[in-house]
């Protein structure tokens, strides 16, 4: 029997899950959307993943959750690292591309860029407050084009002339963005404006002051984007590389971390037959009114937070 | 028989925990009532944003509502601070807001009396208490200043320490009951004994301390730095995870012992040419100085908007890559997420760690 490790990373727009083995080969791997149900998202992922998974040679012996809903899933998956995105990202990458310096990712809600000298972190910025030139801009704009997101990227490589956008905030890039339309520019030049638009708020933003040097590793679901790819590339004036599996770098490194780290726990697929639901609770013992997540499977509690002092705990 | 004038309830708004020396000094100095509002929480945030512009910094919603609070709890005469940069126009807006909203109070705003001229300071120490007696208000001015000294001292010594407490809460128990003896505090020696209790028990409480612990300096805007429930604990955050945490803003810092914005402006000249506002002259140079010390990262404070800060971002970020020293930027505004300040705390532990481990 071989031991196999599990990582899951759970987006704000996209749930993804990754199996791998002792030597970080991919035995099975799944991309769905999360649809504001991250419980539902990672039962549907946990099912995907057992379809493929070779169940007679391998076990799972350790799991890895990031991702904005790592937590919640941390708790119903079992895991045994609960990882920030950044750190896994970061992880992932460098365990596949020992040599990065600069990596860009952008997600569907975050943006953020890691420096790396020798294998090790040792820089990063991520977006705050605003998820200006970020996915959920992107497919938004799609679907005002009347076309789907995965075709952007054939668009904007058709273009000639890309249409200058505005590119400071979203609101003001998407008011630029209709007048342009208006005006009469055609659709492809229009959609390799939005993806230079992307680029250059993401280095005006959480690019700003960085130095990006090559090798650079493009990931998050937007790399999948060839016309954001073509003007990173320009931009930069270097190659940016984006790998095959680049959109589920997260849910890897989660997975390496957590073979990396000390804890073992067998993974049940059976959560999938299971039901799990969270209620709210907002704490009155004080006017912080903090709101607790209390986390139930098949009724019973099994795990809370968000108090931000005793009086608020919760235990299961 | 001379008619008693009633004691003047004071309050002045909710900053970090220096409002016990504001009570000191009201009290003991100029023998009126201090009124306490409650700390700071999400419903103070939630009525100063209701009632602020919206674009306006952070700290100026939080203090209106600390006003409101106050003003709930019965306070008669409002504080408000001077400031070296928009800070400086707050008093007069808040005021204006209060008044709209029906409060009646009277006002009493720094920021008419900040004219250089300590005569001019006396005035307002009028407007507390026209009676006041200039021997004893001196007397308990050198008091609360050596309160603010003891207080910043205390709190710098129990965040470069609270997160190797090996009893696990003995050392955060000590702080905690350092700060309500503050605010209980009557006279000198009463605030003499509070300190030294407080040295004692950290000298005593043992600790589970590495050689060469992490060490992360933080600088940022006067309010939001230091304010914990505005920057969501950043500083205990970062302690739990076992890095000592230097912070060289403070109050007393800044203004009892600062060596004057030209002094330290040229220790900076070769960074910046001009001073550019009411701390970041400070926060440049302090940040040179843990890069240089060594420091294995920096983290930058701010809340939305404000603009000296701002302004230092791009220095900050040069000290940070001729030094090789990982820089965080924070941002705080009154809907920052607890989760979202967490990932990236974590993010910047585990890369100093991780390069803490590569370089030794």
Known sequence: MNQAYLGIDVGSISTKGVILDDGNRLLASAYIWTEGDPIGAVKKLVSLLEKQFDKENYRIVATGTTGSARKLVGTIVGATIVKNEITAHAVGTITFYPGVRTILEIGGQDSKIILVENGVAVDYAMNTLCAAGTGAFLSSQAKRLGIEVEEIGGYALRSKHPTQIAARCTVFAESDLVHKIQMGHPREDIIAGVCNAVVANYLNNVGKGKNILSPVVFQGGVSKNAGVVAAFEKALGCKVTVDPNGHLMGAMGAAILARRSAGRKEFDFAIEEMTFYTREVSCGRCPNQCEIICVYCENKLIDAWGNRCERGAITA | ?360
């Open chain 2, 1 to 360: 028989m001379q008619a008693m004038q009633p004691k003047k309830k004071v309050a002045f708004p909710r900053y970090a925990e220096y409002n016990c020396a504001v009570r000191y000094l009201v009290e003991q100095g100029l023998e009126a009532t201090c009124v306490l509002q409650p700390a700071l929480t999400r419903h103070t945030e939630e009525i100063g944003a209701k009632y602020s512009p919206d674009f306006v910094c952070t700290p100026f919603k939080t203090v209106l509502g600390s006003l409101i609070e106050a003003l709930e709890a019965g306070a008669d005469t409002l504080v408000m601070t001077h400031g070296l940069c928009r800070l400086g126009y707050y008093g007069e807006l808040l005021e204006q807001i209060l008044r709209d909203l029906g409060y009646s109070f009277e006002m009493v705003n720094l920021s008419q009396y900040s004219t250089g001229r300590k005569k001019d300071w006396l005035k307002a120490a009028q407007r507390i208490n026209p009676k006041i007696k200039l021997p004893r208000a001196a007397a308990a001015l050198l008091e609360t200043f050596k309160m603010v000294d003891y207080l910043d001292e205390i709190t710098a010594r129990y965040y470069q320490n609270c997160g190797f407490d090996a009893t696990g809460g003995e050392y955060a128990r000590a702080y905690r009951q350092f700060l309500t003896a503050l605010y209980r505090v009557r006279s000198r020696a009463e605030i003499e004994n509070a300190y030294h209790e407080a040295r004692q028990a950290f000298q005593r409480i043992p600790l589970d301390k590495p050689a060469h612990p992490l060490r992360v300096g933080i600088v940022g805007e006067f309010y939001t730095a230091m304010d914990a429930f505005s920057n969501l604990g950043t500083e205990q955050k970062l302690a739990d995870m076992g890095v000592e945490v230097h912070r060289w803003m403070n109050v007393s810092h800044r203004f009892l012992h600062y060596s004057g914005e030209k002094n330290l402006n040229v220790r900076i000249k070769d960074l910046c040419t001009y001073e550019m506002g009411p701390t970041s002259t400070a926060n440049i140079w302090c940040a040179r100085d843990y890069a240089a010390r060594g420091f294995d990262g920096l983290i930058h404070i701010k809340s939305a908007n404000c603009t000296p800060e701002i302004d230092i971002m791009p220095v900050l970020q040069r000290i940070g890559s001729e030094y090789k020293v990982p820089t965080l930027c924070l941002t705080f505004d009154s809907q920052t997420s607890d989760v979202g300040l967490m990932t990236r705390l974590e993010a910047f532990y585990d890369m100093i760690s991780q390069r803490r481990r590569k370089t030794f």
